[in-house]
């Protein structure tokens, strides 16, 4: 593959659906770059914690926090990576259309932040190569996740409530699977990812190549509701 097109996989999925276990996963293969987890910098800018500051006042924090998560997303989809096939936690697409999209209809994010944070949302998709070749979804239901999430014990995420996983979970199935709404920037390839986590691995076993390979690379889905391709939905 050397000399060719490098390739970049964007694992999305809910919160705790197993996004930074399929990246440790892949990270084995030398074809393979993985991106380091990137919610360790939001809990980590300059010694702030800002995934704390907006969990515990959204109204307040939720537009500077979201502004960093973009920030963070620009640099993982530009930084240069040396294996063929660069593998990346989330993408500055779903930082968009699920969270941002999540906290202004709830109230908890003002018209003129959500505008500008927008502006810089368009203005980078539009100037920026933040395309991936293919979106690996990890699909989920919401109980599921909350399980995993109150296992885990990340502090900053003890009292997420039930309802904000609910309407993440539709907005994840709003641009990925109903390809309603927003623009969808490549294939999607969808794992259910409610299986436990061997089982899970099974399946990025048995699914490796369609994981990596990307037949989206040759027939990239370019809006809502496009064609769809063999081996995605
Ligand atoms: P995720 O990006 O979903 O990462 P994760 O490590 O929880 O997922 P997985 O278990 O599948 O590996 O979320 C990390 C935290 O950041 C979570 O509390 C939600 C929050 N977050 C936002 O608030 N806004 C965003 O735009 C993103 C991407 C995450
Ligand atoms: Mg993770």
């Given at each position: ?93 779903s930082g968009r ?101 061997q089982m899970l ?33």
């Amino acid at each position: 593959m050397s000399g060719s097109k490098k390739i970049t996989v964007c694992v999305e999925g809910n919160i705790g659906s197993g996004k930074t276990s399929l990246l440790d996963h892949f990270a084995q293969f030398p074809e393979v770059s993985t991106l380091a987890e990137p919610v360790d910098k939001w809990r980590n800018m300059n010694g702030n914690n800002l995934l704390d500051l907006m969990y515990s006042d959204p109204a307040r924090w939720s537009c500077l926090f979201q502004s960093c998560v973009q920030l963070t997303m620009l640099n993982n989809h530009t930084i240069p990576v040396k294996a063929p096939i660069k593998m990346m936690e989330r993408s500055i697409h779903s930082g968009r259309y699920c969270f941002v999209e999540n906290l202004y209809q709830n109230g908890l994010m003002s018209a003129p932040e959500y505008a500008v944070l927008d502006q810089w949302f368009q203005w980078i998709t539009t100037n920026v190569d933040v395309k991936p070749d293919l979106i690996v979804y990890l699909r989920s239901s919401p109980e599921v996740v909350a399980e995993r999430i109150r296992r885990r014990a990340r502090d900053e995420e003890r009292a997420i409530p039930d309802s904000y996983l609910r309407a993440l979970h539709e907005l994840h199935e709003d641009w990925l699977v109903r390809r309603c709404r927003f623009s969808l920037p490549c294939s999607v390839l969808v794992l259910d990812a409610d299986k436990d986590l061997q089982m899970l691995k099974e399946e990025f076993n048995s699914r490796k190549h369609e994981i990596l390979c990307c037949s989206a690379v040759k027939s990239p889905v370019k809006g809502p509701r496009s064609p769809t391709p063999a081996a995605a939905i």
